[in-house]
Nanobody
Framework: QVQLAESGGGTVQAGGSLRLSCAASGDTHLNYCMGWYRQAPAKGREGVAIIYTGGGTTSYIDSVKGRFTISQDKAKNMLYLQMNSLKPEDTAMYYC??????????????????WGPGTQVIVSS
């Protein structure tokens, strides 16, 4: 099992930056798929970025490519999402998620077995 806790959300103007952090605890010595999904009001869950903790392979949705970077610090059991050039459409609750899977699929990130309470990101125009 894995326990997750996000931090780093907030309110920022369009064009600004935020860095989200996710602290993992539990079976972190194993390799698993880990990532960020978001959910805006009245919208479904959207996988944003994903990484395989064993090899570091990453994947992003098209709308954030070149603006967001997912990274990990395995020694600290931390996952990060650096968000630059933020846009109002990035406004959402952001969740860290993880699961022990053989393949990491961004489109199913919102259904992973472990997730944190979320952190709010608001981008004002």
């Amino acid at each position: 099992q894995v326990q997750l806790a996000e931090s780093g959300g907030g309110t920022v103007q369009a064009g600004g930056s935020l860095r989200l952090s996710c602290a993992a605890s539990g079976d972190t010595h194993l390799n698993y798929c880990m990532g960020w999904y978001r959910q805006a009001p009245a919208k479904g869950r959207e996988g944003v970025a994903i990484i395989y903790t064993g090899g570091g392979t990453t994947s992003y949705i098209d709308s954030v490519k070149g603006r967001f970077t997912i990274s990990q610090d395995k020694a600290k059991n931390m996952l990060y999402l650096q968000m630059n050039s933020l846009k109002p459409e990035d406004t959402a609750m952001y969740y860290c998620a993880a699961d022990f899977l053989s393949g990491c699929d961004l489109t199913t990130l919102g259904t992973y077995g472990y997730w944190g309470p979320g952190t709010q990101v608001i981008v004002s125009s």
